[in-house]
């Protein structure tokens, strides 16, 4: 638990953390009808805003809840969750829910939405993980159709996160029914096969990860190729994997389902996209701290 206390914004308030209540009836809380976005802070400027913002919208009109506020004044309240509390580089958590109305399937016209924000602590891209890799499983995907969507409801995560961990793992991969590699529980996963950077494309079984965009960002600008299709684990000339994730950058993975990936160590690709992201993330901290304000 941190130390000094944590103050979080709710429906129109900046209350301390032990204080932050939404009803019991909120929709969000009976029936997971709500979304949310994790946007890391370094040193106060905001990695990628726009896209997650963009993305906070798709997801709201994928479900149709209304907005809680202009996007202007969205930004603002980002800027004050941030500096109200104590940390560096944060995790900033939004969510949204359709609000508060009796318990019924059928969606009550004219609810306000509830608006809570949040701030964490962001670690720093671990370095326990680079001389081993990760280890991971696979699991038949038991998630809802619209994984674009980036809904509360994630308890089919949780319980794959815990399968995981019960297996000393540090993740687990889910599989559609012909085998192919989707995404992890709080990641996405891509391989390198033939030399190229593959990944599954972005459709209803997958969420588009801001640093999975980056890393394909970073690998044009390395002169790697970049293919987005379905892959499996068993592709000949399949030589690394790697997941990609706001706490995490880039990580190798070595091991999935007890079988090493490659030779079954860090592999050049992967630590080349690792080595680029950390430069442009430490980048991005520095300018932060120079300016002494929010981008």
Not at 23 to 43: K, L, P, S, T
Not at 67 to 76: H, I, K, S
Not at 256 to 285: E, F, H, N, W, Y
């Amino acid at each position: 638990m941190d130390a000094e206390p944590l103050t979080a914004y709710v429906n129109g308030h900046f209350v301390p953390m032990a204080e932050a209540m939404v009803h019991i009836e909120d929709r969000g809380f009976q029936f997971a009808d709500g979304i949310y976005e994790v946007i890391a802070c370094f040193g106060g400027n905001f990695l990628d805003l726009d896209q997650h913002l963009a993305r906070l919208q798709r997801s709201l009109d994928a479900v149709a809840i209304p907005a809680p506020c202009a996007d202007a004044e969205l930004r603002e309240l980002l800027v004050q969750i941030y500096q109200r509390n104590p940390f560096r580089d944060a995790m900033v958590y939004v969510q949204i829910t359709r609000g508060v109305a009796a318990r019924a399937h059928l969606i009550t016209a004219g609810l306000t939405p509830t608006l809570v924000l949040t701030a964490r602590r962001l670690p720093a891209p671990s370095d326990a993980k680079l001389a081993q890799g990760v280890v991971g499983i696979t699991l038949d995907d038991i998630r809802w159709k619209r994984c674009d969507i980036k809904s509360i409801a994630l308890l089919a995560s949780v319980l794959g996160k815990q399968e995981a961990m019960q297996r000393d793992a540090d993740e687990a991969f889910w599989l559609d029914r012909e085998g192919h590699v989707l995404e992890g529980c709080a990641t996405n996963l891509l391989a390198v096969i033939d030399g190229k950077l593959v990944t599954h494309p972005l459709d209803h079984q997958v969420l588009g990860g801001i640093t999975r965009h980056m890393a394909l960002e970073l690998a044009d600008e390395l002169a790697i190729t970049v293919v987005e299709r379905p892959w499996k684990l068993n592709e000949q000339n399949l030589t690394e994997c790697m997941l990609t994730s706001t706490t995490n950058a880039v990580l190798p993975v070595c091991r999935i389902d007890g079988k090493p990936i490659g030779d079954g160590v860090p592999g050049t690709i992967t630590m080349r996209l690792r080595a680029a992201m950390c430069k442009r993330l430490a980048q991005l901290s520095a300018q932060g701290s120079a300016q002494g304000s929010l981008a």
